[in-house]
């Protein structure tokens, strides 16, 4: 009786053991999708930031332009 019982133990931790083990060896793990959209992201910050850097010249210029008005109308 106890022998039957620790063989039926023993076979049940194996069968576990082995679920386990099928479970890892699935594959790695599939972050494609991540990878993607952290991709879109650093693109999408550097777009806006390419943006900015544009309309930051444009105002540059027009401020430039302002100053050498006023120098004009100064000098």
């Known amino acids: 009786m106890i022998v039957e019982n ?13 679920l386990n083990i099928h479970r890892l ?4 793990a599939q972050t494609a999708n991540y990878m993607v959209a952290g991709y879109a992201v650093i693109f999408g910050v550097m777009g806006l930031y390419l943006v900015s850097m544009a309309v930051r010249k444009k105002n540059l210029g027009r401020d430039l ?4 008005e006023i ?5």
């Not at 060896?25 to 790695?28: A, F, I, S, T, V």
């Not at 120098?71 to 000098?75: E, L, S």
């Open 6 to 18: 620790l063989f039926t133990l023993v076979n049940s931790i194996h069968l576990g053991t082995l």
């Open 65 to 68: 332009e302002t100053l050498q």
């Open 25 to 28: 060896q699935e594959g790695p």
């Open 71 to 75: 120098k004009k109308q100064a000098g």
